[in-house]
C-alpha cells in the first residue's frame, strides 16, 4: 500500500537563536507543518548534554495526525553544536527516541538525560549536527494543548510526519543550520526514521533528507497479533502489545472495543502497565498476566487487530533517501523473521538498503550511534552499500 500524502505549506521563518516564546501570526501560520509555536531555554540538562553544544532548547511546533491528517501540536528539544557553521550550514540529525511509556510525563524533554538518549546527541553535537528529538504526539507538554493528546503508539505514518516537522522547526530556529538532515532512531524510533524516508519524497518540501538509519526498527509488527491469540508473547513483547492497545483506543475511540483484548490482571493492572515511572514494576506485572489476560476474545477480534497492524507495518511505500537497518537475532519484541519479512518487502519496492544482521545481539544492544560512521559518510555525498539484491536472493521463499 503506497502512503496517500497532501503536501502542506512550509513556514520556515528564521526566529532568533535566543529568544523566548514565539506568537503565530496568524491561524494559518500556527497550522502550517514545522510551526514553532514556541520555543524556550533548556536548563535541566545532563553533564554531558549541556557540555556538548552550544545551546538547548524546548520547543513546541505544529505537526500532522497520521490518523485523521489533523493538526497537532507537538514537543521536542533542538540541540546546536559548538563552533561556527561550514559554508553549507549544520546538518540536522532527527533522532528519534525509543519507548519509555506511553503517557505525556515520558516524553524526552521532561527528562534532564532526554530518556536515556543523552549519549547519542552529545555524540552527535560533537560530529557537527544540530540535533532535534521530537517527542512524538501525546508525549510532553505542548505550551497550547490540542484535542489530540493522545500518543498514537506505532502509528509510524503520525511518528514519520513528526520526524519530518521537527526539522523544519529546527531549520527556522537554528540560523546557522542546513536543509540538508538525516533521520536516525533505535525500535520505536527506527520506526519513525523508517517511515519519515517514505514520507518525505510528498511531505519534505524544501528540506533535503540525506540519508536514514533505523536501529532494531519496530517494522513488521503484525506478528503480536497472532502471538497474542496463540498465548505466546513474552513479557516484552505483552507491554510492546498493551500499548499499542491503549493508543487504538485513543485514535479509534468509538470503534475499537479495548475489553476485547484484555481482560482480568491485565484490566485491574492497565495504567502502571503503561507507566515510565517504575520499569521493574511494569516487567514483573507483564511477567504475571497469563495468556487469557490478553487473548483476542473471539476469530474476528483478531482479524480487527490484524487490520490495524497491517496499517502501521513498514513498509507502506518506497523510501526516498539511502537507508541502514541493522537488527539482531535476539530481539525480544520483535523476532528477527518479522524485520525479514519488512526488508523483503522494501527491497522488492526497489528501496537501497544497507543491512546488517547481528545475530548474537539483543534490541538493547543495538545504539543508534551504530550508524553515525555511516551518517558521517552519507554528508560527504559518499554512496552507501546497496545490499538488497544478495538479500533477495538470500531470503527466497
Not at 122 to 139: I, R
Not at 284 to 290: G, K, V, Y
Not at 326 to 350: F, H, N
Request: glycine share 8%.
Amino acid at each position: 500500500m503506497v502512503r496517500v500524502t497532501v503536501l502542506f505549506s512550509v513556514a520556515l521563518a528564521v526566529l532568533t537563536a535566543c529568544g523566548g516564546p514565539s506568537t503565530p501570526s496568524s491561524t494559518e501560520d500556527a497550522d502550517s507543518a514545522g510551526h514553532v509555536i514556541s520555543q524556550a531555554p533548556l536548563d535541566n540538562l545532563a553533564p554531558e548534554l549541556r557540555d556538548a553544544g552550544s545551546a538547548a532548547k524546548t520547543m513546541t511546533y505544529a505537526s500532522r495526525n497520521g490518523v485523521n491528517d489533523a493538526v497537532s501540536h507537538v514537543t521536542g528539544t533542538v540541540f546546536v553544536p559548538k563552533g561556527d557553521p561550514p559554508k553549507d550550514g549544520f546538518p540536522i540529525v532527527a533522532l528519534g527516541h525509543r519507548t519509555r511509556g506511553t503517557t505525556a510525563d515520558c516524553a524526552p524533554s521532561l527528562s534532564p538525560d532526554l530518556g536515556g538518549e543523552a549519549a547519542t546527541v552529545a555524540a552527535l553535537l560533537k560530529a557537527g549536527y544540530v540535533v532535534t528529538v521530537p517527542d512524538y504526539q501525546g508525549l510532553g507538554k505542548p505550551t497550547e494543548p490540542d484535542e489530540y493528546d493522545f500518543h498514537p503508539y506505532l502509528d509510524s505514518t503520525t511518528a514519520g510526519y513528526n520526524m519530518i516537522d521537527a526539522v523544519r522547526a529546527t531549520y527556522s530556529m537554528v540560523p546557522g543550520a542546513s536543509t540538508s538532515w538525516a533521520a536516525l532512531g533505535a525500535l520505536e524510533g527506527g520506526q519513525a526514521a523508517w517511515a519519515a524516508n517514505e514520507l518525505v519524497d510528498n511531505y519534505g518540501e524544501g528540506l533535503t533528507l540525506v540519508a536514514a538509519a533505523a536501529m532494531a526498527p519496530m517494522a513488521n509488527i503484525e506478528g503480536l497479533a497472532d502471538a497474542a491469540m496463540a498465548g505466546t508473547l513474552n513479557p516484552d513483547q505483552k507491554l510492546a502489545y498493551i500499548a499499542y492497545l491503549s493508543a487504538l483506543k485513543d485514535q479509534y475511540y468509538y470503534d475499537f472495543e479495548l475489553d476485547d483484548y484484555r481482560r482480568g490482571a491485565a484490566q485491574e493492572n492497565w495504567d502502571a502497565l503503561l507507566s515510565c515511572h517504575d520499569p521493574a514494576q511494569r516487567r514483573t506485572l507483564a511477567e504475571q498476566l497469563s495468556p487469557d489476560d490478553l487473548r483476542p476474545a473471539n476469530p474476528e477480534a483478531l482479524q480487527t487487530l490484524r487490520g490495524y497492524f497491517q496499517k502501521t507495518n513498514l513498509p507502506q511505500g518506497p523510501t526516498k533517501a539511502q537507508m541502514y537497518v541493522i537488527y539482531g537475532g535476539q530481539d525480544s519484541v520483535i523476532p528477527a523473521a518479522w524485520t525479514d519479512r519488512a526488508l523483503t518487502e522494501a527491497c522488492k519496492m526497489g528501496d537501497g538498503i544497507q543491512i546488517a544482521f547481528w545475530a548474537d545481539k539483543p534490541r538493547e544492544q543495538i545504539e543508534p550511534l551504530a550508524a553515525l560512521g555511516w551518517l558521517n559518510d552519507r554528508m560527504k555525498s559518499i554512496p552507501a552499500a546497496n545490499d538488497c539484491p544478495a538479500f533477495l536472493a538470500a531470503h527466497q521463499p
